[in-house]
């Protein structure tokens, strides 16, 4: 047996990483969102996420990205880091949490099909199964989220559809920047990037962080530094070494987490159809990232070499 842990289970790790820093940013989104405007909120989760990402790039240095990865740095900088966060933070605002949660997640679905479009991948068939599957696992624990007093104001549903339009052609777009620049320097620039896109709200930034509760302003700084700096890090890392698509149905398993850290850490107790939505969502992941045995993706093009991506991923 090899005493080196294979491209693909590291590969695998670093996506669990994502998903359960990006679960355990609801909590914190709740908490910092009570005092801080939605673009004031994305500006100061990004300026700190750029200043511990830029610290590392220094420390490691790894320098500017090569001028092919610029155009997918940029687009995935702006659409990524700065419309998604605005957008979606002003949309929770208008609708349910649940409802949020069901609209956000159509997000994979565009993946897939925008890298199948863009990025020449396949659309196999666990692939479709596993997203379906868990989807509708989605819409359950949205359902259930959304309680009686549930409310959805048309402006909030399309602020949530167009945050998952720009998660979408975010992701897209970074994939082939992947092949030019390191994941760390992908990230530090496109979430510098973001960041310079939502420098408009650095004056609500400074107004709110004046009357702001130190709970609030600690939990926006663990959303940079953890949810965007390291588990987007993370995420480009494991991007690098699959499929667009089949990133984005890992993603499938954040609604899941959810549930299961407002249970374990607030005392949430989940009722039957939210367990029930959280375990399909699981099970489409495993569907999703699941290959017949013998079998080996073609990478697509400007993907990792297809050694980084073999059969003994789930």
């Given at each position: 047996?090899?005493?080196?842990?294979?491209?693909?289970?590291?590969?695998?790790a670093a996506a669990g990483v994502t998903v359960v820093l990006w679960a355990s940013a609801f909590v914190s989104i709740r908490s910092a969102g009570a005092a801080y405007s939605p673009g004031a909120l994305a500006l100061g989760r990004l300026l700190a996420g750029a200043l511990v990402l830029g610290a590392v790039?220094?420390?490691?240095?790894?320098?500017?990205?090569?001028?092919?990865?610029?155009?997918?740095?940029?687009?995935?900088?702006?659409?990524?880091?700065?419309?998604?966060?605005?957008?979606?933070?002003?949309?929770?605002?208008e609708v349910d949490a649940g409802t949020a949660a069901m609209l956000v997640n159509v997000g994979p679905i565009l993946i897939a099909l925008l890298g199948a479009r863009f990025l020449g991948e396949r659309l196999p068939p666990r692939l479709l199964a596993g997203m379906a599957v868990s989807f509708a696992g989605?819409?359950?624990?949205?359902?259930?989220?959304?309680?009686?007093?549930?409310?959805?104001?048309?402006?909030?549903?399309?602020?949530?559809?167009?945050?998952?339009?720009?998660?979408?052609?975010?992701?897209?777009?970074?994939?082939?920047?992947?092949?030019?620049?390191?994941?760390?320097?992908?990230?530090?620039?496109?979430?510098?990037?973001?960041?310079?896109?939502?420098?408009?709200?650095?004056?609500?930034?400074?107004?709110?962080?004046?009357?702001?509760?130190?709970?609030?302003?600690?939990?926006?700084?663990?959303?940079?530094?953890?949810?965007?700096?390291?588990?987007?890090?993370?995420?480009?890392?494991?991007?690098?070494?699959?499929?667009?698509?089949?990133?984005?149905?890992?993603?499938?398993?954040?609604?899941?987490?959810?549930?299961?850290?407002?249970?374990?850490?607030?005392?949430?107790?989940?009722?039957?159809?939210?367990?029930?939505?959280?375990?399909?969502?699981?099970?489409?992941?495993?569907?999703?990232?699941?290959?017949?045995?013998?079998?080996?993706?073609?990478?697509?093009?400007?993907?990792?070499?297809?050694?980084?991506?073999?059969?003994?991923?789930?």
């Amino acid at each position: 047996m090899s005493k080196h842990v294979s491209p693909a289970r590291l590969a695998l790790a670093a996506a669990g990483v994502t998903v359960v820093l990006w679960a355990s940013a609801f909590v914190s989104i709740r908490s910092a969102g009570a005092a801080y405007s939605p673009g004031a909120l994305a500006l100061g989760r990004l300026l700190a996420g750029a200043l511990v990402l830029g610290a590392v790039l220094l420390i490691r240095r790894e320098g500017l990205p090569a001028r092919g990865a610029w155009p997918g740095i940029l687009v995935s900088g702006l659409l990524w880091f700065g419309v998604y966060m605005v957008v979606l933070n002003w949309g929770e605002r208008e609708v349910d949490a649940g409802t949020a949660a069901m609209l956000v997640n159509v997000g994979p679905i565009l993946i897939a099909l925008l890298g199948a479009r863009f990025l020449g991948e396949r659309l196999p068939p666990r692939l479709l199964a596993g997203m379906a599957v868990s989807f509708a696992g989605a819409v359950a624990v949205g359902l259930s989220m959304s309680g009686e007093d549930g409310h959805a104001s048309v402006l909030g549903v399309a602020l949530c559809l167009l945050a998952a339009v720009a998660y979408a052609g975010g992701v897209v777009a970074q994939k082939p920047a992947l092949a030019h620049a390191s994941p760390l320097q992908v990230t530090t620039f496109g979430c510098a990037i973001g960041a310079a896109a939502c420098l408009p709200f650095a004056g609500q930034l400074v107004a709110e962080a004046a009357r702001a509760p130190l709970a609030a302003t600690a939990n926006m700084v663990y959303l940079g530094v953890f949810p965007t700096a390291l588990a987007f890090t993370t995420w480009a890392y494991a991007l690098a070494r699959t499929t667009a698509g089949r990133m984005g149905a890992t993603t499938y398993a954040v609604p899941a987490l959810v549930v299961l850290m407002a249970w374990v850490l607030l005392g949430e107790l989940p009722g039957a159809l939210t367990l029930v939505g959280g375990a399909l969502c699981l099970a489409g992941v495993a569907v999703a990232r699941s290959r017949p045995r013998g079998s080996a993706a073609a990478p697509a093009p400007g993907a990792a070499p297809v050694r980084e991506e073999t059969a003994d991923a789930p």
